[in-house]
Nanobody, 130 residues
Framework: QLQLVESGGGLVQPGGSLRLSCAAS????????IGWFRQAPGKEHEGVSC????????YYADSVKGRFTISRDNAKNTVYLQMNSLKPEDTAVYYC???????????????????????WGQGTQVTVSS
């Protein structure tokens, strides 16, 4: 079965950190640009970050730039999202998805449609609260 599985979410205080993982099964992530998205309560899915397949270039939404870092470990078939200096407004369900055709525009998209992507995970909840 071809799927993406996210993990690593949880409850954290403002200013804290979490690392999310996106593991692929049934296919190899090496050939795909992978994106992270999120959906806050009552809002649309929005782009967060993306990493290319070719040279590992990384892209970030303006709201997370300087705080989040995306990386990939092809040997583990996994993409990570390190989230530092978390804010209450980062509270959302986080998803990973593939393939991403254009990382630069995808991460700035605040109205993402899930059905545009072949692979979309089940999501992991991140809650930032004191």
């Amino acid at each position: 079965q071809l799927q993406l599985v996210e993990s690593g979410g949880g409850l954290v205080q403002p200013g804290g950190s979490l690392r999310l993982s996106c593991a692929a099964s049934g296919f190899t992530l090496d050939y795909y640009a992978i994106g992270w998205f999120r959906q806050a309560p009552g809002k649309e899915h929005e782009g967060v970050s993306c990493i290319s397949s070719s040279d590992g270039s990384t892209y970030y939404a303006d709201s997370v730039k300087g705080r989040f870092t995306i990386s990939r470990d092809n040997a583990k078939n996994t993409v990570y999202l390190q989230m530092n200096s978390l804010k209450p407004e980062d509270t959302a369900v986080y998803y990973c998805a593939a393939p991403i055709l254009f990382c630069d525009t995808t991460v700035q998209n605040k109205r993402v449609l899930r059905n545009e992507y072949d692979y979309w995970g089940q999501g992991t909840q991140v809650t930032v609260s004191s």
